[in-house]
């Protein structure tokens, strides 16, 4: 992945918030994803503001013991999430 | 003799009238919505017309001019007329979720059994009702914003293709029924005559699997993931602009909702004895 580009929800996606978790909804793909806990917290930092590589800095100064790891869930749960559809990259904010 | 005539099936505010042209017609169509909401008077938003012609007889199924079924299988009619009747009923409909559901209801209590076809939703509903549950549907449930169940009441339909399971409530039956090559479609009744139409507030949400073979598992799930499996049901989500997960969410968010995968019906009882428990 480009650590330049700005990840940001796509707009299709309603955001459905229970108590400790997190469902998408796309009504013109008609597809649901549920979100786990770590997915959930790298998808409310992707509002467009920040790079991937900015919020990989972040979450790895959030979790200094677990760096290696931090990287590698990012990458895949970002990844993913672009595959789905879920997460729109772009080069500017 | 009965002339020709028709049928008008109401259905969460959205009509469809089925004509027919002799007694053998009508008697197919009666067999199917005798449950249903039929009224004197709406504007259907279609029509179809069953032709039956002929002594063995020939059967067809019409929209207009346009012929969706010929053949001499009441089951293959049956089964197509009640999908064309349906997607004309629900397609439409802004104001209720409609899910692919089964649903029953326990001393006022509403259980819905969302499922896509083959998960074996059907004989669930259908091993239920033989077990004292009141019917509502095996097929399609509307669901208002407040949870209340509005069910397409009519016969039961069971697949024989896959496993080939019968299940044993339905050994006791011997009055002629619907069978066509892959499944029959039996009258609710026949199983447990004890019916009065009635409607209940979903209460508890269970997704069956019927598995062969499988030990039975019983999980219950959050309301989060009870709302993503039922949204794979849901048949007319995208007529709710937004707001439809919001509406269903908080459905969810009232029930309890739980995964069964089961292949016998006795490792079941215990979880379904006393329903307002669980």
């Known amino acids: 992945m480009d650590m330049n580009q700005h990840p940001r929800l796509n707009p299709d996606y309603v955001a459905e918030e229970f108590d400790e978790e997190l469902l998408l909804y796309s009504e013109r793909n008609s597809s649901a994803v549920y979100l786990n806990d770590t997915a959930q917290a790298i998808l409310s930092l992707c509002s467009g503001e920040m790079t991937i590589g900015e919020i990989i800095d972040l979450l790895e100064n959030q979790y200094p ?29 | 003799m009965t002339a020709s005539g028709s049928y008008l099936i109401n259905y969460g505010g959205h009509a469809v009238e089925i004509g027919f042209n002799n007694a053998d017609a009508a008697n197919l169509i009666q067999y199917l919505v005798k449950d249903l909401d039929l009224v004197s008077t709406a ?26 079924y010929f053949g001499d299988s009441h089951y293959r009619l049956a089964e197509i007329l009640i999908n064309e009747v349906i ?19 326990s001393n006022g209590h509403g259980i819905i059994l969302p499922a896509q076809s083959g998960k074996g939703k059907s004989t669930l509903t259908g091993w239920l009702i033989s077990r004292g549950y009141r019917y509502l549907t095996d097929e399609l ?3 208002s914003d407040s949870g209340q169940i509005e069910p397409f009441t009519r016969p039961i339909s069971f697949k024989t293709t896959g496993s080939g399971f019968v299940p044993s409530y339905l050994e006791q039956i011997t009055k002629p029924l619907l069978v066509g090559e892959h499944g029959m479609m039996v009258p609710h009744r026949m199983i447990n005559n004890e019916y009065e139409k009635n409607s209940a507030k979903v209460e508890r949400i269970i997704f069956p699997e019927f598995r062969e073979g499988t030990a039975v598992e019983i999980e219950e799930i959050s309301p989060t993931r009870s709302c993503h499996r039922l949204l794979e049901s849901h048949v007319n989500g995208r007529n709710f602009s937004g707001l439809g997960i919001s509406g269903l969410a908080n459905i969810v968010r009232e029930c309890r909702s739980f995964n069964i995968r089961y292949s016998r019906f006795e490792s079941l009882e215990q979880f379904f004895r006393v329903p307002h428990s669980f």
């Open chain 1, 65 to 93: 013991n677990e760096k290696k790891q931090i990287i590698k869930d990012t990458l895949v749960a970002l990844e993913t999430l672009k595959e789905q559809g879920i997460l729109l990259l772009s080069d500017d904010r």
């Open chain 2, 87 to 105: 997607y004309r009923l629900v397609n439409n409909n802004r104001k209720q979720h409609a899910l692919h559901a089964g649903a029953v209801t």
């Open chain 2, 141 to 143: 449930v509307l669901l």
């Open chain 2, 43 to 68: 504007t259907p938003e279609s029509r179809l017309d069953v032709v039956a012609s002929g002594p063995k007889p020939m059967l067809s199924l019409w929209e207009n001019e346009k012929r969706i």
